[in-house]
Nanobody
C-alpha cells in the first residue's frame, strides 16, 4: 500500500502561483511514477501531469504546459506541482496518484490521495 497526502491548495488570484505537495508513505516511493489529476465542479477528473519514478521524464496536459511543473524528491518521498500563471479555469480539486507505470490514464493508477482544493479567482 501507498498512502498519499496532498497539501498546498488554497485561494489565489488569477496570475498567481501555488505549489502543491504530495507526501507518500508505505511502499518504496521511488519505485512509483507519480501523476497529478484534477476535477472541476461538474466535470470528470482529468490528467494534469506525470513524472517517472526517477524524475527523468515528465509529461503535461496541453492546458497546463508551460505553466505547471511537476517534480519529485525521492529522499523526501514527495512529489510537487508548481503552478504559475493560474487561471480561473484551473479551479479544481487536485489529486496525486501513484502507479508503477508512468501513464496519463486515470484508471491505471493504483493509489490516490484525498485531494486538495485550488480556487483561482478572476
Amino acid at each position: 500500500q501507498v498512502q498519499l497526502v496532498e497539501s498546498g491548495g488554497g485561494l489565489v488570484q488569477a496570475g498567481g502561483s501555488l505549489r502543491l505537495s504530495c507526501a507518500a508513505s508505505g511502499r518504496t516511493f521511488s519505485n512509483y511514477a507519480m501523476g497529478w489529476f484534477r476535477q472541476a465542479p461538474g466535470k470528470e477528473r482529468e490528467f494534469v501531469a506525470v513524472i517517472t519514478w526517477y524524475g527523468g521524464s515528465t509529461y503535461y496536459a496541453d492546458s497546463v504546459k508551460g505553466r505547471f511543473t511537476i517534480s519529485r524528491d525521492n529522499a523526501k518521498n514527495t512529489v510537487y506541482l508548481q503552478m504559475n500563471s493560474l487561471k480561473p479555469e484551473d479551479t479544481a480539486v487536485y489529486y496525486c496518484a501513484a502507479d508503477l507505470e508512468a501513464t496519463i490514464l486515470e484508471y491505471a493508477y493504483d493509489y490516490w490521495g484525498q485531494g486538495t482544493q485550488v480556487t483561482v479567482s478572476s
